[in-house]
């Protein structure tokens, strides 16, 4: 987890006055979390960042199950989204519960307002393009793998590059942290985990804008979109020192680990949320022992849905997926390789996969924005040949 880091100009010490040049005080304000006692920054801004010229309400946002659930494995196809629209505001809802939601964009317009979800972190896998993640704390730049976590109430803004995006977003109402077992009780990684703070990129560049004008921020509470003007540039910080910004990692960083016979998915875990966790799938060795099956054997989620983006077009264990491919593998029904995929791994010396995975403690519901794309037959997919049955086509 990124530790303490400052850009900018900050004052010696905390709450005392920090003059500007013409003898004023910069404005100081906290922004974090658990509210005085968790993780926090402190910003220097050149105006208040109260001074709300309207407010308005845009729309209602709350995510609407299918209208007939059905109990049974998924696949969604994300690439047969339509492409356009805001990375911010145009996003595609596809599974959720109390603790986390999944969305998809394809955006091709910039976002010219600032962006604030008030109700949940965000992590974002860019899947697709590159630009830049503009906030408050600096920019980020980003690019393909890059996971970008976004803490709740974080303003930023994305400047996308002129190149198609495709955006996976998880929605948490928790703090998104690296796994508890990753760090030692002085919060530093430990040895043998997939990463170390190295691999964590931090915003390094902080630009100060000293502007008078309208600026509109939207705001994500209480399942709406909400417009405010402020008048004046929000990015006005002059320096910011904490614990609380924007970070990325990639998911090329990710050090997976290998043993004689096949690992379980908790050695790919990369984030911990409340309720879920993230886990990355990445290329790596197979199994060394000489009867090793690489291909992960059948099991059954107890107390767990899991969730598969396939990254990649290849994937050891299935068969009918693509590149943009979501699974879902409900808590109660067993899964496992497709037929003939575990066979086909015997011997193989490596996998070039790469998907990231969400397992949530608690069951998913399918959203009704997920029906058109759906691949209804996937359920009788471990079925070679059967009354009925047609494999999937990718």
Not at 6 to 20: E, S
Not at 44 to 51: G, L, M, R
Not at 59 to 80: G, L, W
Not at 245 to 271: K, L, M, S
Request: hydrophobic share 35%; net charge negative.
């Amino acid at each position: 987890m990124p530790v303490y880091h400052t850009l900018g100009r900050v004052p010696k010490k905390r709450h005392i006055a920090f003059r500007k040049p013409d003898g004023g005080i910069y404005q100081e304000q906290l922004v974090g979390n658990e509210g005085f006692t968790g993780v926090a920054s402190l910003l220097y801004h050149i105006a208040p960042p109260t001074t709300i010229k309207a407010i308005r309400k845009l729309k209602d946002v709350r995510y609407e199950e299918e209208a007939d659930p059905v109990f049974k494995h998924r696949h969604f196809r994300t690439a047969q989204l339509a492409e356009g629209g805001s990375p911010t505001l145009d996003r595609t809802p596809l599974l959720f519960n109390n603790d986390c939601a999944l969305l998809f964009a394809r955006p091709t317009v910039a976002d010219t307002h600032f962006y604030r979800n008030a109700q949940a972190d965000e992590v974002v896998y860019i899947s697709q393009g590159s630009g830049v993640l503009e906030s408050q704390f600096g920019d980020l730049p980003y690019g393909e793998g890059d996971y970008l976590v976004i803490h709740r109430g974080i303003m930023h803004r994305f400047k996308m590059d002129p190149v198609p995006h495709r955006l996976l977003i998880i929605e948490s109402r928790g703090y998104v942290r690296t796994p508890k077992r990753y760090r030692n009780e002085y919060g530093q990684i430990v040895e043998g985990a997939p990463y170390s703070e190295r691999d964590f990129r931090v915003p390094r560049e902080l630009k100060t804008y000293d502007e008078r004008g309208d600026f509109p921020i939207i705001v994500k509470q209480h399942d709406t979109l909400n417009e405010f003007i402020l008048d004046h540039h929000p990015f006005d910080v002059v320096g910011w020192d904490g614990m609380f910004y924007p970070w990325a990692f990639n998911i090329h960083d990710f050090e997976p680990i290998v043993g004689r016979i096949h690992q379980p998915p908790p050695v790919h875990q990369t984030f911990q949320g409340d309720g879920f966790v993230v886990c990355s799938f990445c290329p790596r060795p197979y199994d060394f022992h000489p009867e090793a099956v690489p291909a992960p054997y059948n099991h059954s989620n107890v107390d767990s849905d899991e969730v598969l983006y396939y990254a990649s077009s290849e994937f050891m264990s299935r068969k009918g997926i693509e590149y943009g491919s979501i699974t879902l593998h409900p808590d109660g029904i067993p899964h496992g390789p497709h037929p003939g995929r575990m066979e086909a791994s015997i011997g193989a010396k490596e996998t070039n996969e790469l998907a990231v995975m969400v397992d949530t403690f608690r069951p998913l519901k399918t959203a009704r924005q997920a029906a058109p794309i759906e691949d209804p037959k996937y359920q009788f997919s471990w079925i070679e040949a059967g009354e009925g049955f047609n494999p999937p086509t990718s």
